[in-house]
């Protein structure tokens, strides 16, 4: 039973341009959410959260948008950059559960130069 | 600099060995756990330790053991290597939310 899933596996996008990477939910007791980056051959770094309380959260060039009805949150790069390529994973965990995460599968998104 | 050290970075095993991957934080978390990555499934939670001296299930433990040595280390083990233990193993620790990820153990499992 997959809780958090992203159902896009790739994107492409132009240097300059919006990015949007989406991912979505079942579990409504999730309370918190992450987004995690990811190069090749290096552990997933964090990126910016979410706290349920909140619909937006906003740090430079990165914003992730919740959507607690939809189960649905986003995160927006914009502009996006060439060093932005890397597999971004969407998280999310409840305070019942401590801080154990619960990943989604990942979104791989290029950014062409 | 402060962060999680896991070893070895690469390792291949035939059917039925058995290994030890370690991991250790400098950075005085409470939490550790252990993740495997593989294509098409995100990060799945193997064990965690919520502090030093206890240890539980995640989501995938068959087959694997782990050990809260003290509050810095927390290895994992495969007591009988398979194939489908082929895959990425990440080791992190926390703060509430904010996960410090080790740079990965790459296993090859034939």
Redesign the interface.
């Known amino acids: 039973d997959q809780q ?1 899933k ?1 159902n896009s ?1 790739s994107l492409s996008v132009q240097e300059g341009r919006i990015s949007i990477l989406n991912c979505d939910y079942t579990n409504s007791m999730f309370d ?1 959410f ?1 987004w ?1 980056k990811k190069y090749p ?6 990126l910016i ?1 979410i706290s349920s309380i909140k619909d937006k959260n906003e740090d430079g060039r990165f914003t992730v948008f919740l959507n607690k009805s939809a189960k649905h949150l986003s995160l927006h790069i914009v502009p996006s950059q060439p060093g932005d390529s890397a597999v971004y ?1 969407c998280a999310a ?1 409840k305070e019942t559960s ?9 979104t791989q998104l290029t950014v062409n130069p | 600099n402060a962060g999680v050290t896991q070893t070895p970075k690469f390792q291949v095993l035939k059917t039925g060995q058995s290994m030890t991957l370690q991991c250790a934080q400098d950075m005085n978390h409470n939490s550790m756990y252990w993740y495997r990555q593989d294509p098409g499934m995100g990060l799945r939670l193997i064990y965690y330790s919520a502090s030093e001296g206890t240890t539980d299930k995640g989501e995938v433990p068959n087959g694997y053991n782990v050990s809260r040595l003290n509050k810095r280390e927390f290895s994992l083990r495969l007591e009988s290597a398979a194939p489908s233990q082929t895959s990425v193993y990440f080791c992190a620790s926390n703060k509430n939310y904010g996960y410090t990820f080790g740079s990965g153990t790459r296993l090859t499992v034939v």
């Open positions: 958090v992203q596996p918190y992450l995690y051959a290096e552990g997933p770094t964090f959260s994973f965990a401590g801080s154990r995460l619960t990943f989604g599968e990942g």
